[in-house]
């Protein structure tokens, strides 16, 4: 009983934070998005890397900078790995295979931050400062950057003109995503984080057993800090923030899921600045926040409440869960990270029970948008409440509008093309896994828990998550391949879409509201759009689920 009060209480202290944040964070990243002028540190670098700051962007233009960053930071962490035995602080660890590179190179610049090895023993401090570190900062950048455009396109009218993405790039890293790390990186480091640099072959010590244990240091708070801020999740340890060294307390958990859900929450508020109508912003969060306390609480059921002899003799499923943040913390954790783009870890999401780990998988099939990942998750539940708006127009007979734009047949396609391409590559990707022999040559656990696995590796990466289950051998060449081009494609055609959307609405006008529009901004627009959310992730994944962890779950 004393485990699940800590539990109340410590969910209950995370809402009074995140609520407490909301204006005070919202309103700063709308003044950072909205100002005109430039600091210093910024000018320097629109001078040295040929940047007009002033010169806004049509949304093809926004497109490509965004593209051709990406692809130049992809090729740039490539090169990294494959020469890090040559680098400084490599720590004697030799080049990253081709096709771990590739993989790890993706996967970070998507913001995805899936891991197949283990960091510890195999990237150097430099990788993983100059390489990892940097792309969590600016791959959050990139993902704020495309939502505010997104915004941009309610806000504006009849204009091709939609900001400037190395301005948009710049600020989002300088201003919110640095200042606020860093003054994190400070808190773990008190709260007993590693930062150092060290030799790993320096520090072997006894063990109680009687053997010897190597311990390996590094700059680890300052990457765990923007991990979490960005809804990055990449771990300079192989257990991630399972890992003493990474998340050493009860209190730093709770920091670390307060800072994974912080910028998320608090982007409908600049979402509602921007447009001009704060009570906007609020509809957005209600629907963000009434999906993650479903979640939260089907979540600490499923784990505190399930079958089986030994949960039932203590209460609880604690297979997998660390011992110094018991299961409601654990769980609050899981809940956090695969709602957001974070797919940072400190249980093991595999040992959980089996409703409880489609919880994980249920929460990135929602579209990560309760309340998704840094950007993600605002432009996502953006492209959500157009669908929602095109619904109801479609049941009372009415042109639909959102914002006084209207939603005619190009804004529908755009969001119905960006809601399609992730549940096509997770369910393809799983076929193509079940389907062949390599494939299904790393599963190491048959039946339908095999099936949850691969459901929810493929799920990962193309939501870009990059938390996963145990049991599945993803290292190899064929898992590396698929999971790299599903992180490549669910993170670039989405944003492709939300820009194009952008520019579509940018270029109307606004229409004026009439007694037949919609009101966006009451409770029953709030419970359409979790209304919609819901039966378009169980129209779509629900047969998947009927396979995997619903065929498990139904046996005791």
């Known amino acids: 009983m004393s485990s699940t009060v800590a539990g109340i209480v410590f969910i209950v202290s995370l809402v009074l934070a995140l609520a407490a944040v909301y204006r005070p964070l919202g309103d700063y990243m709308y003044r950072v998005y909205t100002g005109t002028r430039h600091a210093p540190a910024e000018r320097v670098i629109y001078r040295l890397t040929g940047v007009a700051p002033d010169a806004e962007q049509t949304w093809p233009v926004y497109a490509r900078s965004v593209l051709a960053f990406s692809v130049v930071s992809v090729l740039f962490l490539y090169g990294l790995q494959r020469l890090q035995n040559h680098l400084v602080l490599s720590l004697g660890f030799p080049p990253v295979e081709p096709g771990q590179a590739w993989n790890t190179a993706v996967s970070f610049v998507t913001n995805t931050n899936w891991q197949s090895y283990a960091g510890e023993s195999t990237m150097g401090d430099l990788v993983q400062m100059a390489g990892l570190a940097v792309q969590n900062f600016v791959s959050a950048a990139v993902g704020m950057a495309v939502a505010v455009t997104l915004v941009r396109g309610f806000a504006r009218k009849r204009t091709d003109h939609l900001g400037n993405f190395w301005v948009d790039l710049v600020r989002g890293t300088l201003r919110i995503l640095l200042p606020i790390a860093f003054a994190a990186a400070l808190v773990l480091i008190a709260g007993g984080v590693v930062q150092n640099f060290w030799d790993p072959a320096h520090h072997t010590v006894d063990t109680i057993a009687g053997g010897t244990q190597t311990l390996t240091g590094g700059p680890v708070a300052s990457q765990e800090a923007i991990k979490l801020l960005g809804t990055n999740g990449g771990g300079f340890f192989n257990v991630n923030s399972a890992h003493p060294f990474e998340n050493p307390a009860a209190w730093t958990n709770w920091l670390e899921i307060f800072l994974l859900l912080a910028i998320a929450f608090s982007l409908p508020r600049t979402f509602g600045r921007m447009v001009g109508a704060d009570a906007q912003g609020y509809a957005v969060v209600s629907v963000m926040a009434t999906l993650a306390i479903v979640s939260a609480v089907l979540m600490q059921v499923f784990q505190l409440m399930h079958h089986g002899t030994v949960p039932v003799a203590v209460g609880a499923s604690t297979e997998g869960v660390e ?97 399609l391409i992730t549940p096509a590559l997770v369910l393809v990707g799983t076929g193509a896994a079940m389907a062949t022999g390599d494939g299904r040559a790393g599963i190491l656990n048959p039946g339908p828990h095999g099936l949850s696995e691969v459901l ?83 129209l779509t994944f629900l047969p998947a689920l009927a396979l995997g962890p619903l065929a498990e779950g139904v046996h005791p």
């Not at 289950?469 to 064929?478: E, H, M, N, R, V």
């Not at 898992?479 to 609405?505: D, E, Q």
């Open 323 to 419: 011992t110094r943040f018991g299961v409601p913390d654990s769980g609050m954790f899981a809940t956090g990270t695969t709602l957001t783009s974070t797919g940072a870890t400190d249980s093991s999401h595999d040992s959980y029970t089996s409703l409880g780990g489609m919880m994980t998988l249920a929460g990135m099939m929602l579209g990560e948008v309760a309340p998704g990942g840094a950007g993600s998750g605002l432009y996502g539940i953006l492209i959500l409440a157009v669908i929602t708006v095109f619904v109801a127009g479609l049941m009372v007979g009415r042109t639909p509008e959102y914002l006084g734009k209207k939603i005619g047949s190009r804004e529908i396609k755009f969001a119905a093309l960006y809601l």
């Open 456 to 538: 929810y590796a493929f799920t990962s990466a193309s939501n870009n998550n990059g938390s996963a289950f145990a049991g599945l051998t993803s290292g190899t060449l064929w898992y590396n391949t698929a999971l790299g081009l599903c992180m490549a494609l669910g993170r670039f055609l989405p944003m492709v879409f939300a820009l194009a959307l952008a520019g579509s609405l940018a270029r109307q006008g606004r229409a004026p509201a009439s007694e037949g529009t919609l009101p966006t901004h009451r409770p029953q627009f709030v419970g359409l759009v979790v209304g919609v959310t819901v039966v378009l992730v169980a």
